[in-house]
């Protein structure tokens, strides 16, 4: 697949009209079309404007390779993974894996509340008593 059916996708993805992608990104919408056809290379521009609006993974529009668009971490998903890391011995890329596992905000707080308590935070292991029993309490 070639870069004009990838930024195709990519419109696809991000339900946009190639006018308002183009409007997004402050280029002429034929430039997008011209894009989408291969009858033109987008450059530097492109690529930049569309790393930032859109968080697009250059890798995957420029090969295919990889997801579509880059992950945002949060300092709560770095904090784990320096946490995943350093106690389990694991590679950053290892880390990463196991907390992508964690695909939720509300698992990634039961994480870190078990980190606070390992460090003695006596207000992170109530909370997460008081969590449990509300779990309890609704799947019995």
């Known amino acids: 697949m070639g870069i004009g059916k990838r930024i195709k996708e990519l419109r696809a993805e991000l339900r ?3 006018t308002e992608i183009a409007s997004g990104l402050d ?6 079309g011209s894009y989408e056809r ?3 290379h987008p450059g530097t521009k492109f ?3 569309v790393i ?3 968080h697009v993974n250059v890798n995957w529009l420029l090969t295919g390779k990889g997801s579509m668009f880059m992950s945002k971490r949060t300092e709560m998903d770095m904090t784990c993974i320096a946490y995943f890391q350093e106690t389990f011995n694991l590679t950053e890329e290892e880390a990463t894996g196991l907390l992508d596992i964690l695909d939720t905000e509300a698992s990634k707080d039961m994480v870190l509340k078990f980190i606070q308590i390992k460090k003695g935070n006596k207000e992170a292991l109530d909370s997460l ?3 449990l029993q509300g779990i309890k309490a609704i799947y019995g």
């Open 27 to 32: 280029i002429p919408v034929r430039t997008i």
């Open 129 to 131: 008593i008081y969590n």
């Open 47 to 49: 690529f930049c404007a």
């Open 16 to 18: 946009l009209t190639a």
């Open 52 to 54: 930032e609006k859109y």
């Open 38 to 40: 291969e009858e033109a």
